[in-house]
């Protein structure tokens, strides 16, 4: 049988992906949780690997309890569906949008097996996207999870599984405390235990191209206008109909090659540029000599959604360096991004909006507000933001919001950013330079376009 009750635990190891870290006072609370509570759901393992429940195993290993329940897969199982196990527990410990399920019969303090037919609640609640996807699990690993629930019936912690194990015809493992216990163990299973954290993920700079999005193509399921460039830049450019812009970060450049032809003067650059799956070598370094002979100076700059693509911290603050940099003081940057608050609640579907909802919507920040998706054979990232980490950022690098729409209940935003006459210094920018010029393209292969940090220095601060 796949569910061991008193599995031994202390032959378990972590898995290499798992992106949550508890430390110091989260892992003490969590020591004092199992202590006190116990163990209310199975740690889920595949062999000796554990796919979820790595906080509950290091606290019970801490406490010195060798045996707990344990949900042993069968299967084979594809890396993927591992991290999506690891995401998809994350996600029902957070009981965001609690679909009111309920245990109906006879129960029994301690660890019970639920008949389908015998949950009820409301299966057209928030969330539906996150059941769907745990359905999908239950199908083709079996019933992996559990759910805490009073004697009376009303499950308390993990009602998204209840449903979902309702909806595939698999009993529910429950385990059930006394309703007078109902304000301690709430407040116990509500806490959060613990930090996302990615850094010991491998990271691979070239693969964030995925994100580039498709613009002004007809033939390209999917494609739509830029809201950066119709809401600010095309009226600016009205305006300064002789203005020298760059677009950093263009991505196909679909937008560069319609203005060019239209008479502006618009240059475009991506470190990824792509023809067919291949990145275009030729293309790329042809982009960064256009940057050159333009004397890296632009009276704007424009950098769209690049924001989000950005896989890490350093990357983050090169980027906003970078095209703060090439804008000339007094110039224009236009930037645009995703909102991190609007990404949180994404979670909240109703059923009939599940069918368009995908397992990206299981989304979970670390404290630099990255979150990481794991997609064939490799992590993907992407950076959420608002407001008040845009300000920071801009700060930074020499920047303040001029104009802004950022609002909560869309997933973008855009902002027009002035940039100051007083630069950052020379070494910060040179290493965002840097950075941003010798980019891993492939392997170990870089770009390695160092010239562009002599360039830049002579354009910024040879006098």
């Not at 020591?31 to 906080?55: D, M």
């Not at 993927?80 to 995401?87: R, T, W």
């Not at 996807?133 to 999870?145: A, D, F, N, V």
């Not at 007083?422 to 770009?447: C, H, M, T, Y």
Request: aromatic residues 10%.
């Amino acid at each position: 049988m796949a569910l061991d009750l008193k599995a031994d635990i202390t032959r378990l190891k972590g898995a290499e992906y798992n992106p949550r870290n508890i430390v110091g006072e989260d892992l003490e609370a969590l020591r004092e949780s199992v202590r006190t509570l116990g163990v209310v759901k199975p740690i889920i393992a595949h062999g000796e690997t554990i796919v979820a429940g790595h906080q509950r195993t290091k606290a019970l290993t801490a406490e010195g309890v060798t045996t707990a329940p344990v949900y042993f897969i069968e299967q084979d199982l594809t890396v993927y569906d591992e991290v999506l196990f690891n995401q998809l527990h994350n996600g029902t410990d957070s009981d965001e949008g609690n679909p009111d399920a309920v245990l109906d019969g006879e129960l029994s303090v301690g660890w019970n097996q639920i008949p389908a037919d015998s949950v009820r609640g409301n299966f057209r609640s928030e969330g539906a996207a996150l059941r769907a996807q745990m359905s999908r699990l239950i199908l083709k690993y079996g019933p992996w999870g559990g759910v805490v629930a009073l004697d009376t019936g009303e499950v308390i912690h993990c009602g998204h599984y209840a449903i979902a194990c309702a909806s595939t015809g698999e009993d529910v493992l429950a385990y059930v405390v006394p309703a007078a216990k109902r304000k301690e163990y709430m407040e116990r299973l509500g806490r959060v235990y613990g930090v996302y954290s990615y850094d010991h993920v491998e990271r691979k700079d070239y693969l964030q191209s995925l994100a580039q999005l498709p613009r002004l193509r007809v033939k390209t399921a999917g494609a739509k206008k830029s809201a950066l460039y119709e809401k600010m830049v095309r009226p600016w450019l009205k305006e300064n109909p002789t203005a020298k812009v760059l677009d950093f970060g263009c991505g196909h450049g679909d937008y560069v090659k319609m203005l060019s032809k239209l008479g502006f003067d618009i240059r475009g650059f991506d470190p990824f540029h792509r023809k067919g799956k291949a990145l275009n070598l030729s293309k790329i370094n042809r982009m960064v000599d256009g940057i050159k002979e333009a004397g890296c100076q632009f009276d704007a700059v424009v950098c769209d959604s690049v924001i989000n693509s950005v896989n890490c911290v350093e990357s983050r603050d090169a980027l906003f360096t970078t095209i703060a940099a090439f804008c000339k003081p007094g110039g224009t940057v236009f930037t645009a991004g995703r909102s991190k608050k609007y990404k949180e609640g994404t979670r909240r579907f109703t059923a009939s909006k599940m069918r368009t909802q995908t397992v990206n919507l299981l989304t979970f920040f670390d404290e630099n507000g990255f979150s990481g998706t794991y997609r064939k054979g490799a992590w993907f990232f992407q950076l959420y933001n608002d407001r008040p980490e845009i300000e920071v950022l801009a700060d930074y690098a020499g920047m303040d919001i001029e104009e802004g729409s950022f609002c909560d209940t869309r997933g973008d935003w855009q902002a027009s950013l002035k940039v100051r006459e007083q630069r950052p210094s020379e070494d910060q920018v040179l290493k965002a330079i840097e950075w941003e010029f010798n980019l891993p393209i492939s392997g170990d292969a870089r770009l390695g376009r160092m010239d562009m940090v002599d360039a830049v220095r002579d354009a910024l601060f040879s006098n």
